[in-house]
C-alpha cells in the first residue's frame, strides 16, 4: 500500500513551457486535492475532485488544469508555466469529504 | 471565508520541555480542525484533528489540541518534546463545500528541539 504518490519529485521548467504532473492513490479515496506551497506559507487548495469525472476549483486554480478520469489518477497540468508557479506541489486523498487528507510527498517545481 | 493564524513563526525547546504551538482561526460555523506535521523534504502527516465532542483532542506521538471556541483556539500540547518532533506544524480549518472539505492551512510553525 503505497498510499499517495507524486511524480516527478523535482522539475525545472522555463517559461512558457507546459508540463503536467502525476498524482496517483491507491486507497481507493473518492477525493482528490491539489495544493502549493510557497516559501514561509501555508498550502493553498488549487483544485480538488469528488469523484471520477468532477472537478472544481479551489482557492488559487489560474494557469492550472485538472481531470480525473479513474479514481486513482488524477494530473495537474500547467499549460505556460510562468515564474509565479514556482512552488512546491503536493497531492492528497481522502475516502470522504471530511475524512483525514494523506498527503503525497510532493513534487518541487522552479521556473526560470 | 475561514482563515487561520499560527502566530509563532520558529520555535526553539530543549529535548524534555514541554511544548505548545499557538493556532487561532476564523471560521462563521461550527469548524473541523486539524493539526499536521511535515518532516523537511517530505509530505504532511495528520496528528489529529477535532470535528465535535470532546474538546481535548489526543492525536499520535504524544501530542494533544484543546478545542477552545470562546478563543477561536485550538492549541497543539505535548508535555516532553523528544528531538524527532523537530519539524514544521501546520494548524487548518476545514469547511464544508457541498460534500468536499476544503481545508485553509496557517502558515506554520517551526520547531527547533535543542539537546
Known amino acids: 500500500n503505497a498510499g499517495v504518490t507524486q511524480t516527478p519529485k523535482f522539475r525545472i521548467l522555463k517559461i512558457g513551457q507546459s508540463m503536467t504532473l502525476q498524482c496517483t492513490q491507491d486507497m481507493n479515496h473518492n477525493y482528490m486535492y491539489w495544493y502549493r506551497q510557497d516559501p514561509g506559507m501555508g498550502l493553498k487548495l488549487i483544485y480538488y475532485s469528488v469523484g471520477a469525472g468532477i472537478t472544481d476549483k479551489g482557492e488559487v486554480p489560474n494557469g492550472y488544469n485538472v481531470s480525473r478520469s479513474t479514481t486513482e489518477d488524477f494530473p495537474l497540468r500547467l499549460e505556460l508555466a510562468a515564474p509565479s508557479q514556482t512552488s512546491v506541489y503536493f497531492c492528497a486523498s481522502s475516502h470522504g469529504g471530511t475524512d483525514t487528507q494523506y498527503f503525497g510527498p510532493g513534487t518541487r517545481l522552479t521556473v526560470l | 471565508a475561514q482563515s487561520v493564524t499560527q502566530p509563532d513563526i520558529h520555535i526553539t525547546v530543549s529535548e524534555g520541555a514541554s511544548l505548545e504551538l499557538r493556532c487561532n482561526y476564523s471560521y462563521g460555523a461550527t469548524p473541523y480542525l486539524f493539526w499536521y506535521v511535515q518532516s523537511p523534504g517530505q509530505g504532511l502527516q495528520l496528528l489529529l484533528k477535532y470535528f465535535s465532542g470532546d474538546t481535548l483532542v489526543q492525536g499520535i506521538k504524544g501530542f494533544e489540541a484543546e478545542f477552545k471556541r470562546s478563543q477561536s483556539s485550538f492549541n497543539l500540547r505535548k508535555p516532553s518534546v523528544h528531538w524527532s518532533d523537530a519539524a514544521e506544524y501546520f494548524c487548518?480549518?476545514?469547511?464544508?463545500?457541498?460534500?468536499?472539505?476544503?481545508?485553509?492551512f496557517g502558515t506554520g510553525t517551526r520547531l527547533q528541539v535543542t539537546l
Open positions: 487548518a480549518v476545514g469547511a464544508l463545500t457541498g460534500t468536499a472539505s476544503k481545508l485553509t
